[in-house]
Structure formats: structure tokens, C-alpha cells
């Protein structure tokens, strides 16, 4: 089974930054894209950025200028970047993937667990 484990979350204060870290694991074929989505208490559920394998990226418009998308093939990881940081940033950040398991495959989408961002003075 494929599986997404974030990292890098924390506590930061306004201006700061911190880079999230997303890990896939097991029977992958390809990964066609990776997205960051995060959660704020009582809001839905956003994206944030999006990579493809080719290196496109797509940013929400709240944070661009501000967080970086980037990815390791290699290593099947996708990081976030986050610079500048404000308090309307703090949410969970949870790790998605679009994933062939075989060649031919029809793709599926996984989710990680989610990892905790604060920003605060």
C-alpha cells in the first residue's frame, strides 16, 4: 500500500519560515503530481500548491511570493517551502498524491496525515 507521511510542522513566529517535508512510500509506479492542501479551525479544507512530475507549478493566491513547491523524484518527496509566514497561515498541512502503482494503471489519490502549523508571537 502507498502511504504519505508529512513533517516539519511546528511553531513559528510572524516572518519566520519552516519547510514541510512529504514522503511516499511503498508500490509506486509514478507520481503525476503532488499537492499541499491545509486546514485552518473552522474552514474547509485548501489547496495550497501543486507540482506535476514535469515541475509545473500552482500556488493559491494567498501565498504566493511566500511558499516554494519543489520535489525529489528520486526520493518520491515533495517539499513546502514557507517563507514570511503569518498567523492566517497556522492550519494543518496535509500531503496528496496522484499515484499509477503499475504501468497502465489508473491513478489514485492518497492522503497523508497531516502536519501542524503555527504561527504566532
Known amino acids: 500500500q502507498v502511504q504519505l507521511v508529512e513533517s516539519g510542522g511546528g511553531l513559528v513566529q510572524p516572518g519566520g519560515s519552516l519547510r514541510l517535508s512529504c514522503a511516499a512510500s511503498?508500490?509506486?509506479?509514478?507520481?503525476?503530481?503532488m499537492t499541499w492542501y491545509r486546514q485552518a479551525p473552522g474552514k474547509q479544507r485548501g489547496l495550497v500548491a501543486q507540482?506535476?512530475?514535469?515541475?509545473?507549478?500552482n500556488y493559491a493566491d494567498s501565498v504566493k511570493g511566500r511558499f516554494t513547491i519543489s520535489r525529489d523524484n528520486a526520493k518520491n518527496t515533495v517539499y513546502l517551502q514557507m517563507n514570511s509566514l503569518k498567523p492566517e497561515d497556522t492550519a494543518v498541512y496535509y500531503c496528496?498524491?496522484?499515484?499509477?502503482?503499475?504501468?497502465?494503471?489508473?491513478?489514485?489519490?492518497?492522503w497523508g496525515q497531516g502536519t501542524q502549523v503555527t504561527v504566532s508571537s
Open positions: 507540482i506535476t512530475s514535469g515541475g509545473s507549478e
Open positions: 511503498g508500490t509506486i509506479y509514478r507520481i503525476n503530481y
Open positions: 496528496n498524491a496522484n499515484i499509477e502503482k503499475y504501468d497502465g494503471y489508473v491513478s489514485r489519490t492518497y
